[in-house]
């Protein structure tokens, strides 16, 4: 098995082309991959779609905002679509009130499982969640012990930005906290799982195999923060 290690953010996603599918992975700030999408902003691809929890805010945060209010995401999906104070009107509100930027609301619950779906090759599951609600129209509904459910088919994605507290060599990864919300589904459902490390990464057969979170296979570039570049 070859080294994940990739030199820095930019030749991490020099190759996204415009109209990739990204996930990013994020929980009300905590663990948002901040370098690679500060690296995706200079690197200027367009027309992107965005999957992620929430869809950035207004306080000057590196985070899925950011591509948003420069144009560079034309259709997100997330389960937070308003923002948490209505007088602040954050760039995703602007753009999509003005038609510039389509968006799917998704139940958060509903979201996890259907990228945790995509990242286990299931082709769809049954869920009584938004059943009878305008997210359920035109979606195949179906009686089960007398309850309604939805059915909700998997995400999956071009490439998912993830954020790790380590990493070995291989890419075999741990999470902190709230980082094990989106990023571990996520480096499952995506083609290509990109992903910025906290700590200096480690070598080969230093994690111990019962405290990976996720194992490299489903990683393929791993790049390390540098201590100047540790956004929180």
Known sequence: MKSKLVPTFDAAVKDIQDGATIMFGDFGGLGAP???IAALHRQGATGLTGISNEHGGTDGRVDVGTLIEAGRISRMVCSITAPTHPSRVTPFVRLYNSGCLEAELVPQGTL???IRAGGAGIGG???PTAAGTEIAREKETREIGGR????ELPLRADYAFIRAWQSDAYGNLRFRLAQRNFNPIMAMAAR????EVENPVLPAGALDPDDIHVPGVYVDRVV???PDKLYI
């Open 112 to 114: 996890a499982e259907r």
């Open 34 to 36: 901040q370098n690679l």
């Open 224 to 226: 390390e923060i540098p």
């Open 125 to 127: 599951f049954f869920t």
């Open 192 to 195: 290509v799982t990109l992903v």
């Open 148 to 151: 309604k459910y939805v059915l």
